[in-house]
């Protein structure tokens, strides 16, 4: 508060224009600054950060550049604190310039939260700039951007660019907002006050995605990031002694909604997470963090936004109209080691009525060995403590959330109709049947409850409870070759929905064949294959053909297509080729195209979203790899040619899986690279598989190859 | 309702004349327009635009500008701030200041048109980072006939080299550069005017280019206390200044890329053999050093990494060669190494590079420093 004071009297003694004033204070403020801004040297590590170029393309990824960056001194016997950013790339060497001294750099802690990198030097006496308390912070206030980059010398005044404090909270509650230049050119430096203290330090970050490059793209564009430098002081302890930090996670999922009006209402609570040990249930709906009331989903989010692994925080929520709160729960890191569990069948995509029922039962899998058969139908699951109430299983979706947020050598208790006892169509179908023009029928929740909810018990024969204890999901899961013949879906399926949807019935505005298509926006074209087969009564897999970059004339797309046309019909699989709007390749923003693509093919025809796979070699196979890793949103699965991955694999996000299908050439030369990729997905438990390629790297997959990764798409649901 | 009674008042407050507060900096800029032009000439193709920015410099029409594509045409044309169309040519295109003189070649045009003297404003204490700044240009044409230019506030945010320190390699100019934290070099935008709060010349606007440095934009000037080192036929060396050029009114060097390039070409020998550049990134790693030679005799050892020179740092391979290329013969030069975990200090003194000596194998040529707009 005492130099405020100060510098305000200077201000009104001088008397002088408001602009030299200005410019005096600017000046000031930066000298004051300047002697705990240092730069950092690095030497080595990979040109491009964040995600690879592709195909000589920058494409996803942040080019790196060679220059010097930025850090802050926060503590005088040798931190430094930079943004995670700055040091991306592995450098083989870091060197920390204060003034005209070199220092040898060590990488002392990762806070992935806050995306900031911790560096010591064995130096002493640095100047630590000082705080401004977080409260003190307004938005309009004037800022400044501070960096090394630029600067003639090491030991020259840092490069400066002015602006005000845009807003406050930003990034999930993370991050001040600031109109003043940032780029590479300060990232890691800090934002200051114009009475020379430090407000937080600059980052590049977006509120889309994580990660040390997100919010890259907008650098220099008046939208700047930096973390409050009073919230890096708070955990400068715990990095110091080299525990690098990470978000904390709860471990639930929110029912949908709009994130700005719906109540946070739990839709999975992981086994073992946070959330569970603090007795959450599904269907609570939180209304309060650490006695802060959230009232919508944004709320909750920006109250959690913040917090690190290892904080304990305190839920209250409200159950069957009851406030309840729970015990102060200690948030956990983001999930890593935790393999997927597996129940081990195939669910009937086109189920109607209230479950799932059983396609097929993978041999020797915990389903099979507890007896569950093809065709029956799991309605509910006990709970394992509290009450034995059971909880109903809504569809497929539900079970495959309820699977996916169990662990591995958990015991399910499942309530099961059993095959034969299933047979009440007459009673049941017309009830639950939706009308002929409705979207496709596998999609997502039916609310409403088949209205027998009357007691089963009036029924000879009510669910039978079955235990499954889970195990862990084998990475390489494949469905079995189809039975020849078989009209549909494989294994006999009991006789519910033959029949509800004319078989016939003509795909609206789409035929089979091949047929060019533009999105509703207007600019994306791609080619579709519908296979001949094609019956709105089943629900066809998806397979996006990514073209390389270049290679998106008519000849070669139609080619491709009809390579797979067999697979297609024989695995129920639509194919689509989209056409890269611009000819040097696929970047990351074309991923709202794709998106708007499943969308209208999904919008006529019957698609089953779990089974939808993006597929490319080159400069495609960094799209399809970008969207299943970084993008993470809406693709099920990723399946490419001879292409590795420069980026970050991160952690799986519950209810988003993605399985990956990596094809290599025994003769490519980025067969290491392939394989590291593979390393990578497995070590985070992702689903994949991995397949040598006899050839060379520009030979594409042969009929048998075709036929197993269709198979591949045809399993990617099994749970 | 509320909207209109709103937009009545906005109105009315836009009528009342400039609040006292606004009056010195709307003074600036009508007193900075009317020495500026709007510059026409080739263009218009592949993207570039055909239009451009120039500063008055004498009251008889001399004009500098930024020396790019704009002026390969015989038809050269200027808008003054009154928005007079006057005919202009080359006179002077000089690579090392990558600025150009022209003059307004029009027998109706005045001889006491309002300029800025150079020799005046490269005299005036320059700013540092952190100097508030306005930036005047035609970016994207907004302006025609007599408009007014686009007036940008921003600050210095540095003033360093543009190649070296930047990482422009595109642009010929060499020297320091001031850089400004405002979105002022667009297309249009050469050949502008950076000055201070108040009007005074600063520089230059320059070319738009990124860096390599940081991957990103960057909006520099050219200063108007630039300057480059001429060396004679006799090997004597004099430093040339933009005042210079502006009263000589003559280029002084090449401008053909190829011949610039050669006179960049590393010309000292150390000794030093580094690891295979395989990646752009390679670090600096010394594979092994000649026997006999300035290397051997500075102490340097295999596995050393070199860190810096002359307290500027060595990102990579590409940046030592760069480095190399502007050192002279006989001149020490300070490297800070890594060896091991310590950084230790050795002085390298390189010799001349023998004419005989092949050129190194692994090493590519440093870039040429090449116009690509020409």
Known sequence: MLPTLIFCHTLLSLGQDPASLRQAAILQAVDRVAPGVVGIETSGGTDVVGQPAAGGRPAPGVRRGTGPTTGLVVAADGWIISSAFNLANQPASVVVTVGNRRFLAKIIATDSSRMLTLLKIEATGLKVPDAVPRDEIRVGMAALALGRTLAATSDAPPSVSEGIVSALGRIGGKAIQTDAKVSPVNYGGPLVSLDGRVMGVLVPASPESEGATAGFEWYDSGIGFAVPLEDLRRVLPTLQKGVSLARGVLGVTLSPGDPFRATPKLATVRSGSAADKGGLRVGDIVTAVDGKPVTTQGQFQRQLGPRYQGEKIKLSYLRDGKEAESPLVELLAPETGKALAMLGITPLRDTTGQGMVIRSVIEGGPAHKAGLKAGDRLVGLLREQGPPIPAPIADRAALAGLIESADAGQVLKLLVRRAGTDEKPKDEKPKDEKPKDEKPKDEKPKDEKPKDEKPKDEKPKGPETVSVTLVARPPDLLAKPREPGSAKEGTPPPATEAGDKDPAEKPRGFEPGLAQKTIPSGDGKYWMLVPANYRADIAHGVLIWLHPANRSKEPELRALLEAWAEAAAARHLILLAPVCPVETGWTPSDADMLREMITQVAGSLTVDRRRVVAHGVDQGAQMALHMGLVAKDWLPGVAVLNAGWNGAVRDRVAGKPVSFFLVVADRAPSRLAVQDLFNRVYQRHYPAISRINQGSASSYLDAAQIAELAAWIDSLDAL | ?374
């Open chain 2, 1 to 374: 309702m509320g909207t209109t009674l709103g937009l009545f008042l906005a109105a009315l407050v836009l009528e009342q004349p400039a609040q006292p507060a606004d009056a010195p900096l709307a003074d600036v800029a009508r007193r900075v327009d009317a020495r500026l032009v709007k510059l026409y000439g080739a263009g218009g193709v592949k993207g570039l635009p055909a239009y451009g920015t120039g500063v008055v410099v004498s009251p008889t029409g001399y004009v500098l500008t930024i020396n790019n594509h704009l002026l390969d045409t015989s038809s050269l044309r200027v808008h003054m701030a009154d928005g007079t169309r006057l005919e202009a040519k080359l006179i002077a295109a000089e690579p090392e200041l990558d600025l150009a003189l022209l003059k307004i070649d029009d027998p109706t045009a005045p001889d006491d048109l309002p300029y800025f003297d150079i020799g005046l404003a490269a005299k005036a204490p320059p700013p540092r980072p952190g100097t508030l700044v306005l930036g005047f240009s035609n970016q994207f044409q907004i302006a025609t006939r007599d408009e007014p230019l686009t007036v940008q506030r921003g600050m210095v945010a540095a003033i360093a080299p543009l190649a070296a320190r930047i990482g422009v390699f595109q642009v010929p100019y060499r020297g320091p550069a001031l850089v400004v934290d405002a979105i002022t070099n667009n297309p249009g935008a050469a050949g502008g005017a950076l000055t201070t709060r108040q009007g005074q010349l600063l520089g230059i606007v320059g070319r738009e280019v990124s860096n390599e440095l940081t991957q990103t934009w960057i909006n520099y000037a050219i200063p108007v206390w630039a300057s480059f080192e001429l060396t004679d036929a006799q090997g004597k060396s004099r430093r040339v200044s933009l005042t210079e050029l502006v009263e000589k009114k003559e280029a002084y060097k090449p401008s053909n890329p190829a011949d610039r390039a050669r006179e960049r070409a590393p010309s000292v020998e150390t000794g030093i053999i580094l690891v295979p550049d395989v990646v752009e990134r390679t670090p600096a790693y010394v594979d092994a050093v000649r026997p006999v030679s300035p290397a051997s005799r500075a102490g340097l050892q295999p596995d050393d990494l070199i860190l810096a020179v002359e307290g500027m740092a060595v990102p990579s391979i590409g940046a030592w060669r760069e480095i190399l290329s502007g050192r002279r013969p006989d001149e020490p030069m300070r490297l800070e190494i890594r060896r091991g975990d310590k950084i230790e200090q050795v002085v390298i003194t390189p010799v001349k590079l023998p004419a005989t000596a092949p050129p190194k194998p692994a090493n590519n040529p440093p870039k040429p420093a090449a116009n690509p707009a020409r």
